[in-house]
């Protein structure tokens, strides 16, 4: 690890203890056990280590390494048992990780993740620092950090992939327990289109198409035109998901949402599904309630299954 890199992790871990690492700022001392917002301590778990296939068409295939512990609580998150519970998965071992990194075969890119990342940025730096040159370093985030947590990430990500969930405050107090959550992520999107390669996703959530998908889409044609859009529409009802979550998008939601994309002439980032030659380390399905096969990540062999004629992956 080089000493900048060294010498940032070492500022994340003492800022634990009056915690200021994400917009919240809720100065918890979290050495002492699990604290503040995130409900998590201070060492760093990892929940979910393995291959993906399906995303992004520049990024796959990836590497995912997903953290535990997140300063929003979701509803409808589909690894929220995990990824919201802050003493869920392994401590974090950054020379295994690091090595099964460096022995897989045909990656793109390595994906950090969480839950929220920045919750334990000191991890996510030891993860990164052993990521090799060769591959893009990917920063997978709910785009809530704080300043502080912005600055000790200068330089570190080759592509920020940032959610922008909620076109409103209400809305996103509702569903994921986050007040002032627009003015954060718009400040955290603008401070990574400055300094990184830039990615917005947004997912169509049922009956929030005009009060967040449409919000967010107008400012991103009006103030960051040349920002693409990961643009997903495959939403399931998972986790807490209630009331008009409680559903999947109706066609002609999925219909308007390009409509609209095409209308604001938004730039959208294709999905897709690379055929790596290395297996993930096992077959990631779930049936939902309509009966359709879901896959988050699949080996190479289940994938020519489910990219069949008559088949319907949902991603």
């Not at 922008?164 to 002032?180: H, Q, T, Y």
């Not at 603008?190 to 009060?211: E, K, N, T, Y």
Request: hydrophobic content about 45%; aromatic content about 4%; glycine content about 10%.
């Amino acid at each position: 690890m080089s000493r900048e890199l060294r010498e940032a992790a070492g500022r994340a871990r003492a800022a634990m203890r009056a915690c200021r690492l994400c917009a919240l700022r809720c100065g918890a001392d979290r050495t002492s056990g699990p604290a503040g917002a995130c409900r998590t301590d201070a060492v760093t778990r990892v929940f979910h280590e393995g291959i993906e296939w399906a995303g992004e068409s520049e990024l796959v295939p990836t590497y995912v390494v997903s953290l535990s512990g997140c300063n929003m609580a979701c509803a409808f998150c589909l690894t929220g048992g995990a990824s919201q519970d802050g003493r869920a998965g392994t401590p974090l071992d950054g020379d295994a990780v690091g090595e099964r990194i460096r022995v897989a075969t045909g990656l793109r890119s390595v994906t950090i993740l969480g839950g929220e990342p920045t919750v334990h940025l000191d991890g996510a730096i030891e993860i990164a620092a052993r990521v090799p040159r060769s591959l893009l370093l990917v920063w997978k985030t709910n785009a809530t950090a704080s300043a502080e947590a912005l600055r000790l990430l200068r330089g570190i990500p080759d592509v920020v992939l940032a959610d922008f969930k909620f076109g409103n405050d209400r809305c996103a107090g509702r569903i994921a327990s986050m007040p002032d959550y627009v003015g954060a992520v718009r400040s955290n999107l603008r401070a990574w289109a400055r300094r990184s390669r830039l990615i917005v996703r947004h997912l169509v959530m049922p009956g929030h198409l005009d009060c967040c998908f449409r919000p967010v889409a107008e400012w991103l044609a009006r103030e960051m035109p040349r920002v693409p859009l990961s643009l997903m529409t495959g939403y399931l009802p998972a986790h807490r998901a209630w009331g008009e979550l409680a559903r999947t998008n109706r066609a002609a939601e999925c219909r308007r949402a390009a409509e609209l994309v095409r209308t604001l002439g938004v730039h959208l980032v294709p999905w897709r599904i690379a055929r790596g030659p290395s297996a993930a380390s096992q077959d990631e399905l779930w049936i939902d309630p309509r009966g359709r096969v879901c896959a988050d990540s699949a080996s190479p062999a289940l994938l020519s299954v489910l990219n069949g004629p008559g088949a319907e992956l949902v991603i």
